[in-house]
């Protein structure tokens, strides 16, 4: 039987926040926790990277201003990690230069807010992000889907096979595939 498509998930969203003050740590915690996600903390770069790929968020809250790897380092890394570069992430800074907004986002950020900010406001951003987030996970799935029979279509094959050849490969197993022709249903 084929498996059917499935829908994007419902389950709560993640939020990392990225930010060398403890402090930032505590007041994103304790005003979102009603809003239905979860926060999760990085002091740094290089563990926001290694907790993003342990369990991908589906947003980053990331400071441009912290010891060792600044955030745009970050951020050019987030961009650079094909595991890793589908996540938004929006910059939250004391920097209010223009130039600073526009290197953000030309290094691919999705976002930017400065410090202090209204807390209002941040929350209708991120609730934003993930709304775009959902709407584009939604239509690169409907993408693989024959309109008429609902099932998987000739990219999702395509892909698939890619992949499965390869793990084969790897792995030393074998592969068959059956192809049937039903035109004339």
């Given amino acids: ?12 969203s993640t939020l990392l926040v990225v930010d060398d003050s403890p402090d930032i740590h505590r007041l994103m915690r304790a005003r979102l926790r009603s809003d239905d996600m979860d926060v999760a903390a990085a002091s740094g770069g290089a ?8 369990s991908p968020p589906a947003v980053l809250l990331l400071d441009i ?14 961009k650079e990690d094909k595991a890793l570069q589908h996540i938004p992430i929006i910059m939250l ?15 691919g950020a999705v976002d930017y807010v400065t410090k202090p900010f209204d807390f209002t406001e941040l929350r209708v951003r991120v609730r934003s992000v ?8 939604m239509l690169e799935q409907r993408a693989q ?34 192809i049937v022709d039903i035109d004339h249903f």
């Fill in 1 to 12: 039987m084929a498996e059917q498509p499935q829908t994007p998930s419902q389950s709560k």
């Fill in 47 to 54: 563990e926001a990277l290694q907790a993003a790929r342990t």
């Fill in 65 to 78: 201003d912290m010891p060792g790897m600044d955030g745009y380092e970050v951020l050019r890394a987030f």
């Fill in 93 to 107: 800074s004391g920097k209010q230069s223009v130039q600073d907004k526009v290197t953000a986002f030309d290094l």
């Fill in 130 to 137: 993930l709304r775009i987030q959902q709407l584009l996970q």
């Fill in 145 to 178: 889907i024959d309109g008429l029979t609902g099932l998987w279509n000739r990219a999702f094959f395509d892909q698939r096979w890619t992949e499965e050849v390869s793990r084969c490969a790897r792995h030393g197993h074998p592969l068959a595939v059956a």
